[in-house]
Nanobody
Framework: QLQFVESGGGEVQPGGSLKLSCTFP????????VGWFRQAPGKEREGVSC????????FYADSVKGRFTVSRDNTKNTVFLQMAGLKPEDTGVYYC????????????????????WGQGTQVTVSS
């Protein structure tokens, strides 16, 4: 079972920033594209962003384009999600997940493609 850990969540005011990390214990990260998802209370899990195995291709939900940036450092076995201009509607538990399709997919936002999930980190945006 592939295990990895999300970190970096917390509580911030609207307009603030956070940087989430998804850290793998070894170099297995290099075989996967990685997606970021979030789930607010009472809502379905939704795709936020995805990055290909090499990092050359990225995808974003319309709701976060221009505010969030996904990146990865395969030498550090970590994927990042830099979030800026945070809004209350960004509140939720954020998860990273692995997709064995290394280049990512046009339908990257579907949870069906992802085979391993982290336990999530809470992000709360509130004044």
């Amino acid at each position: 079972q592939l295990q990895f850990v999300e970190s970096g969540g917390g509580e911030v005011q609207p307009g603030g920033s956070l940087k989430l990390s998804c850290t793998f214990p070894d170099d297995t990260l290099k075989y996967y594209a990685v997606g970021w998802f979030r789930q607010a209370p009472g809502k379905e899990r939704e795709g936020v962003s995805c990055i290909s195995r090499t990092g050359h291709t990225t995808f974003y939900a319309d709701s976060v384009k221009g505010r969030f940036t996904v990146s990865r450092d395969n030498t550090k076995n970590t994927v990042f999600l830099q979030m800026a201009g945070l809004k209350p509607e960004d509140t939720g538990v954020y998860y990273c997940a692995t997709d064995p399709e290394e280049n990512g997919r046009s339908t990257w936002w579907s949870t069906a493609w992802y085979d391993h999930w982290g336990q999530g980190t809470q992000v709360t945006v509130s004044s």
